[in-house]
């Protein structure tokens, strides 16, 4: 427990950290809250073993700053449940999306935290190496677990590793969302036992994809995300995004995907339509052709079957629902 108090106090007594504040203490954890004018995000800390915590994130903002950098030797094992989450460090972005899962150094944790949809929710589970060794050693001896050696398996001296898919991960985390509220802390112990266990196992998968991009590249796509919904009767090819900003077509397309979690076509029908579903509920005095025009839409007929295959039903039979 010291060694958690020792952690913590380098946030909640950092002058810096203006944005963070404790909602609630006591000897199992903290529930720590960040708030800026983009919204609220909660961490909800539980200690597991003694250098060991698993939080759980909840966020629904679009950025805020970290100044935090952990003490010591740190594994963390990521998880990404729903959301997107983009870090900035030393001018490269980190882009998690739903169902991935990083293993990471935490050897540049600092820095710009982007939700580019508004939103993210997952788990961390965090190890400061020595003193987790030396706990897990003395509450499992039959066991063995080497975080080091996990550490440098995926991380390298000081890198990142990220987990695209995989299914016996992924269960581990999910099914921290199902904790027996009478065993949580017996619980938590299992399942970080059960993690590092698949770890020392899982063979690490040549990283040919990056997984991240440079600070400029981002900030063209979020302009670019910025234009296209500023006027949803205004449509632009990828060829002309590319070129209006100055960034290749294929780093356009990769790092779009990356960030919003599907490709610009994909992503902006979805957006146009949710714009529609809002106006058919907030202004029933605009007619079904109208709203097809604000939201791109030059056909009635066309505006309608998009609709009712993204939603079910006719924006007329939508409208009628009750909201």
């Known amino acids: 427990m010291d060694n958690n108090e020792m952690q913590w106090s380098i946030i909640t007594n950092s002058d810096k950290m203006n944005e963070l504040r404790i909602l609630a203490q006591d000897d199992e954890g903290m529930v720590i809250r960040v708030e800026n004018e983009s919204g609220e995000g909660d961490m909800i800390f539980h200690m597991v073993f003694d250098g060991v915590y698993l939080m759980y994130n909840d966020f629904?903002?679009?950025?805020?700053?970290?100044?935090?950098q952990p003490p010591g030797r740190i594994l963390a094992i990521d998880y990404c449940r729903?959301?997107?989450?983009?870090?900035?460090?030393?001018?490269?972005?980190?882009?998690?999306?739903?169902?991935?899962?990083?293993?990471?150094?935490?050897?540049?944790?600092?820095?710009?935290?982007?939700?580019?949809?508004?939103?993210?929710?997952?788990?961390?589970?965090?190890?400061?190496?020595?003193?987790?060794?030396?706990?897990?050693?003395?509450?499992?001896?039959?066991?063995?677990?080497?975080?080091?050696a996990i550490r440098?398996?995926?991380?390298?001296?000081?890198?990142?590793?990220?987990?695209?898919?995989?299914?016996?991960?992924?269960?581990?985390?999910?099914?921290?969302?199902r904790v027996p509220a009478k065993a949580k802390i017996s619980y938590f112990r299992a399942k970080v036992i059960e993690l590092l266990v698949c770890l020392s196992v899982i063979d690490k998968e040549p990283d040919d994809e990056?997984?991240?991009?440079?600070?400029?590249?981002?900030?063209?796509?979020?302009?670019?995300?910025?234009?296209?919904?500023?006027?949803?009767?205004?449509?632009?090819?990828?060829?002309?995004?590319?070129?209006?900003?100055?960034?290749?077509?294929?780093?356009?397309?990769?790092?779009?995907?990356?960030?919003?979690?599907?490709?610009?076509?994909?992503w902006l029908r979805e957006y146009r339509i949710n714009t529609a579903r809002e106006l058919l509920i907030e202004d029933k005095e605009k007619s079904i052709g109208d709203i097809a025009?604000?939201?791109?839409?030059?056909?009635?007929?066309?505006?309608?079957?998009?609709?009712k295959k993204q939603c079910g039903l006719s924006p007329k039979d939508y409208r009628?629902?009750?909201?």
Do not use: W
């Open 82 to 148: 729903e959301g997107s989450l983009s870090t900035n460090s030393d001018g490269d972005f980190k882009i998690k999306n739903a169902g991935n899962i990083c293993i990471d150094s935490r050897s540049h944790h600092g820095g710009e935290c982007i939700f580019a949809t508004g939103h993210f929710h997952g788990i961390s589970i965090g190890l400061d190496t020595l003193i987790a060794s030396k706990a897990l050693a003395t509450a499992c001896p039959g066991i063995p677990i080497d975080i080091d």
């Open 210 to 266: 990056k997984t991240y991009f440079y600070k400029d590249q981002v900030e063209k796509v979020r302009a670019i995300k910025a234009l296209i919904i500023s006027d949803l009767t205004q449509s632009y090819t990828i060829e002309e995004l590319a070129q209006n900003f100055q960034i290749s077509q294929t780093s356009l397309k990769k790092c779009f995907k990356e960030i919003y979690g599907k490709p610009i076509s994909s």
């Open 60 to 68: 629904h903002m679009y950025h805020y700053y970290s100044f935090y």
């Open 152 to 177: 440098e398996k995926f991380c390298g001296k000081n890198g990142y590793y990220m987990i695209r898919a995989n299914d016996t991960l992924q269960k581990i985390f999910t099914d921290l969302y």
């Open 293 to 307: 025009f604000l939201v791109g839409y030059e056909s009635a007929g066309k505006f309608s079957a998009v609709f």
């Open 320 to 323: 009628r629902q009750p909201h």
